[in-house]
């Protein structure tokens, strides 16, 4: 049967919770006086059912129902969680939490606040021990990290019972050991806000430069190893420790405005060196770099792809080295390096990246004939109506390898390329593929004759294919 | 004509730039005393040739020449550039200038340093206009941030020299406006550095904990949008200012260990939340909260590639959640969305993408007839030999399919399966895949016989289709 999750606070957090309950099947019962909290939450809703399904590569369980309720009572009663989420006001928190324990005493209570401690949110309330901290971050529904904060009060059971619904959500629980001021991740959002706000006022830097400082760098960095994990690999072959004692001395120079530091003793390095050993000892330096580098490849190949941040830098970069191939039989339509990020389970490259880079090649053949970004924007286009791929040899990630490309057929709305795989190395021919395209109108979605200048150079690399 | 670069210093950070430079056709002159210099460089220029070329859908250009010098003067004299990468000690760099100033006075030289301000670099000099911070993050060779630091005696044309070659090497040269201790980045690195201590050396998270806190949350963040433009978005419709006005007062609470902020003043807010329009004021919130969700899903994406950091966490819930399809006719391989990396340039889903999906369909009936992961351990597969595509109808991100599949043939070393991709609404047929699998050892890397309890399953499923 399905669970039920009560939402206590809409907005943008709120919301991001109903989002995550709601798209693994849970029902959910809202809570926010806000009149305007449906559609702020049926915002946030959309943006969720758009993007988290496409995390995923099989459908995720059926919907859960949504009711919106007229009283915390109404939404608390016999729900299997309460996920508080209003503004972070210590007194209303506390409110609140009397009134959800006055309706159901039982139910386990985990707060969004981003830097009360669980005692504080403990103080005055009938079972403290039903109450936690589950932090999350923005957007709720893709990002999944959750502080799970107790108290001394608080129930281990209840923590346990926690994390596991969360992990069933597909979050990660991240338990804090003791309780702090904001939590874990917030004390270092603080810093480095604080730390900009100073840039910014002191004139170093604006708002868009410290944002590329941190997205063109450490920010690509910590998406996928955080802070330790990226200094034991910067350390090289002698590891944290010799990381530390090259930065050691740097904590007493003026290099941030953070200057209370801990005291840089022999301790304080066995400490760190220990437990980066029992993070990561299990890999050399070597598969270290090899894994953050397989990971920065596929981020930045990913941000290609959608034309921003680091992989728009790449993109112009790579416009600036490209050049058209002669108009020569066959015509070289590719010659790359195949990447870390097109293998499957086998080692060896995915089925589908065939498509791709014959795909790749037929654009570079369309790009010569004149049908390219901007001729799309005029409302023409080829669409692939056929392919048949032959699987020849197999491909590994790193190979440098060429499409040779012959324009088959060529003319009226056809546009047949065969394409030749070839492994630079040594000449193997690796795939081929037999591709029927036809010239479309983007606007009727109708197949229609290309305009003449189109129609003549199609024609003229047809006939180098004849030929050769 | 290729260029030559000078780099002074090899390490980690000496042979990223040496491999910047020369994947990228420029010739190299290196000069470091350390008899271990060529063995370190060659360690880097491995995993870079690995690398970078990934990066790019096209070949880079020809690599250039590589060579180890006796002196700094060998080295420098008559070359383009110099790059200074020794220890972070001044009167180290400043022996080095002198010695380069003195070899060749008129080359640019950058420096590689984390921590002085150009200012500092050059005090002495022969000629401090040619000298300023060209300080790059680890790896160089991935990374495109480089801070591009001068002093006041630094001449503009030197800095608009260097800005424009670091720009043809695909890096992004961040021009620091005024000179401060760390510049830019590493403020924010080193205030964070500073509060990991604290957090470990009170026993708050290990070093593993710290780095899930980042990486599974505003590390995924930083590495598409950075800071300000994050909180833009989590601000909401009302942008900036109301982000601002809500966590104005916490810069007060002790949420971190750096104490010493700037006055919340309102000239301070309009600072922020102009420099904030100007950046990002040409994109509604709508628009950055659907940009960010699209650079999220597709690195997330790309991290489930590499089965590491919030990739990993993805194919754990995944796997939670997937259910092996019944063994009717046909069989339902496929049931997801079509996520927002999977596009091309006319707006549909690129061609590669159809081969994927059905390549997953093809895993599925693997999977179900005993040749899934553990199979392939054990040296057994099945391999793509040929695939036939027909695409019918365009198919957009976000658009919910199913592919339902018929083994066509199942017997011997054959494996013929019949897909098609079924839009779910409408149950429209978008593409079919005539796909033919032969059975393969992976040792001998040739064609094989099934074993039996493999055969049987393959021939059930293809008498399920004669059936239907």
Same mark, same amino acid.
């Not at 996920?83 to 409110?95: A, D, G, I, M, P």
């Not at 079972?127 to 901290?133: L, Q």
């Not at 804090?176 to 170093?204: C, M, P, Q, S, Y």
């Given at each position: 049967?399905s669970k039920t999750?009560?939402i206590?606070g809409?907005g943008?957090?709120?919301g991001g919770?109903?989002?995550?309950?709601?798209?693994?099947?849970?029902n959910?019962?809202?809570?926010d006086?806000d009149?305007e909290?449906k559609?702020k939450?049926?915002?946030v809703?959309g943006?969720?059912?758009?993007a988290?399904?496409m995390l995923?590569?099989?459908a995720?369980?059926a919907?859960?129902t949504?009711?919106?309720?007229?009283?915390?009572?109404?939404?608390?009663?016999?729900a299997d969680w309460?996920q508080?989420s209003?503004?972070?006001r210590?007194?209303?928190k506390h409110?609140?939490f009397?009134?959800i324990?006055?309706a159901d005493s039982g139910?386990?209570?985990?707060?969004?606040t981003s830097g009360?401690?669980?005692?504080?949110?403990?103080?005055g309330?009938?079972?403290?021990?039903?109450?936690?901290?589950t932090?999350?971050?923005?957007p709720?529904y893709?990002?999944?990290?959750i502080?799970?904060?107790?108290s001394?009060?608080t129930?281990?059971?209840?923590v346990?019972?926690?994390?596991e619904?969360?992990?069933?959500?597909?979050?990660?629980?991240?338990k804090?050991?003791k309780e702090?001021?904001a939590h874990?991740?917030?004390r270092? /959002?603080?810093?480095?806000w604080?730390e &900009?706000?100073? %840039? !910014?006022? *002191?004139?170093?830097a604006?708002?868009e430069?410290i944002d590329?400082?941190?997205r063109?760098?450490f920010g690509l960095?910590?998406g996928?190893m955080?802070?330790?994990?990226?200094?034991?690999?910067a350390g090289?072959?002698?590891?944290?420790?010799?990381?530390?004692?090259?930065?050691g001395?740097?904590?007493?120079?003026p290099?941030?405005?953070?200057?209370?530091v801990?005291e840089?003793t022999d301790e304080?390095?066995?400490m760190i060196?220990?437990?980066?050993d029992?993070?990561?000892?299990?890999?050399?330096?070597r598969?270290l770099?090899r894994?953050?580098d397989g990971?920065?490849?596929?981020?930045i190949?990913? /941000?290609?792809q959608?034309?921003?941040? &680091?992989g728009r %830098? !790449?993109? *112009?970069?790579?416009n600036?080295l490209r050049?058209t191939?002669?108009?020569?039989a066959?015509?070289?339509?590719q010659?790359r390096v195949v990447?870390?990020d097109?293998t499957?389970?086998n080692?060896?490259?995915?089925e589908?990246?065939?498509g791709?880079?014959?795909?790749d090649?037929?654009?570079?053949?369309?790009?010569?004939v004149g049908?390219?970004?901007?001729?799309?924007a005029?409302?023409m286009?080829?669409?692939?109506v056929e392919?048949t791929?032959?699987?020849l040899?197999?491909?590994h990630?790193?190979?440098?390898?060429a499409v040779?490309t012959?324009?088959t057929?060529?003319?009226?709305k056809?546009l047949r390329?065969f394409?030749r795989?070839?492994?630079?190395?040594?000449?193997e021919?690796?795939a081929?593929?037999?591709?029927?395209m036809?010239?479309?109108?983007?606007e009727t979605r109708?197949t229609c004759?290309?305009?003449?200048d189109?129609?003549e150079?199609?024609a003229?690399l047809a006939a180098?294919a004849g030929?050769?």
């Amino acid at each position: 049967m399905s669970k039920t999750a009560a939402i206590i606070g809409g907005g943008v957090i709120g919301g991001g919770w109903a989002a995550r309950f709601l798209l693994n099947g849970w029902n959910l019962r809202v809570f926010d006086p806000d009149p305007e909290a449906k559609r702020k939450i049926d915002d946030v809703l959309g943006n969720a059912r758009h993007a988290l399904p496409m995390l995923y590569d099989c459908a995720l369980p059926a919907e859960g129902t949504l009711t919106f309720c007229d009283s915390i009572a109404e939404a608390v009663t016999g729900a299997d969680w309460v996920q508080e989420s209003v503004s972070e006001r210590l007194e209303l928190k506390h409110k609140v939490f009397a009134e959800i324990q006055e309706a159901d005493s039982g139910v386990l209570i985990g707060s969004s606040t981003s830097g009360f401690m669980p005692s504080q949110l403990q103080e005055g309330a009938k079972d403290p021990g039903r109450i936690m901290v589950t932090h999350p971050f923005n957007p709720v529904y893709l990002m999944p990290l959750i502080e799970v904060v107790p108290s001394p009060a608080t129930d281990a059971q209840a923590v346990e019972a926690a994390s596991e619904m969360l992990t069933s959500l597909g979050l990660y629980p991240l338990k804090v050991r003791k309780e702090i001021d904001a939590h874990i991740a917030d004390r270092f /959002l603080e810093a480095v806000w604080r730390e &900009a706000l100073w %840039l !910014v006022k *002191d004139g170093i830097a604006t708002t868009e430069e410290i944002d590329n400082a941190i997205r063109y760098g450490f920010g690509l960095r910590w998406g996928q190893m955080g802070l330790f994990e990226t200094y034991r690999v910067a350390g090289g072959e002698a590891g944290m420790r010799h990381f530390m004692a090259q930065f050691g001395p740097a904590l007493q120079w003026p290099w941030t405005k953070l200057m209370d530091v801990p005291e840089f003793t022999d301790e304080l390095v066995d400490m760190i060196a220990d437990q980066s050993d029992a993070q990561s000892g299990h890999l050399s330096i070597r598969d270290l770099e090899r894994k953050r580098d397989g990971n920065l490849v596929a981020m930045i190949r990913a /941000l290609r792809q959608q034309g921003n941040a &680091a992989g728009r %830098l !790449v993109n *112009d970069h790579q416009n600036s080295l490209r050049q058209t191939p002669e108009a020569a039989a066959p015509l070289i339509t590719q010659d790359r390096v195949v990447p870390a990020d097109w293998t499957d389970m086998n080692g060896h490259m995915n089925e589908g990246r065939y498509g791709q880079i014959f795909s790749d090649a037929a654009e570079v053949v369309m790009a010569m004939v004149g049908a390219d970004e901007e001729y799309v924007a005029r409302g023409m286009s080829y669409f692939t109506v056929e392919t048949t791929v032959k699987y020849l040899a197999e491909t590994h990630a790193g190979e440098r390898v060429a499409v040779e490309t012959e324009v088959t057929e060529g003319a009226g709305k056809k546009l047949r390329c065969f394409h030749r795989m070839k492994r630079k190395s040594d000449g193997e021919v690796m795939a081929t593929c037999d591709q029927l395209m036809l010239h479309v109108s983007l606007e009727t979605r109708r197949t229609c004759e290309p305009p003449e200048d189109v129609a003549e150079r199609v024609a003229k690399l047809a006939a180098l294919a004849g030929e050769a």
